[in-house]
Nanobody, 119 residues
Framework: QVQMVESGGGLVQAGGSLRLSCTLS????????VGWYRQAPVKKREFVASIGSFGTLNYADSVKGRFTISRDNAKNTINLQMNSLKPEDTAVYYC?????????????WGQGTQVTVSS
């Protein structure tokens, strides 16, 4: 399985931008999909964006047109560029990895990074 270290969270005013990064190490070769989730206080963890095994990009409706997910294979990072941030984007953001089915590995999660958007 992989280990993940997230960075880039912080405090920003509404309308501002942040870039989150998730650095991967370990069994990177058996990853099938990568993505980002978030969890706001007293809310369930929710999907934000993902890159599928064939490079397919998916976004939650709430972030379409504002967030961009990317993967840098040379640096083993998954990035989330967040623009036009809103107070409702405030949450802990988690990096997420799915593995090829044949491995039998459960999904892996990063430790989370806090994003706070002030109004």
């Amino acid at each position: 399985q992989v280990q993940m270290v997230e960075s880039g969270g912080g405090l920003v005013q509404a309308g501002g931008s942040l870039r989150l990064s998730c650095t991967l190490s370990g069994s990177i070769g058996v990853i099938s999909a990568v993505g980002w989730y978030r969890q706001a206080p007293v809310k369930k963890r929710e999907f934000v964006a993902s890159i599928g095994s064939f490079g397919t990009l998916n976004y939650a409706d709430s972030v379409k047109g504002r967030f961009t997910i990317s993967r840098d294979n040379a640096k083993n990072t998954i990035n989330l560029q967040m623009n036009s941030l809103k107070p409702e984007d405030t949450a802990v953001y988690y990096c997420h990895v799915d593995y090829e089915v044949a491995t039998g590995f459960p999904p892996s999660w990063g430790q989370g990074t806090q994003v706070t958007v002030s109004s």
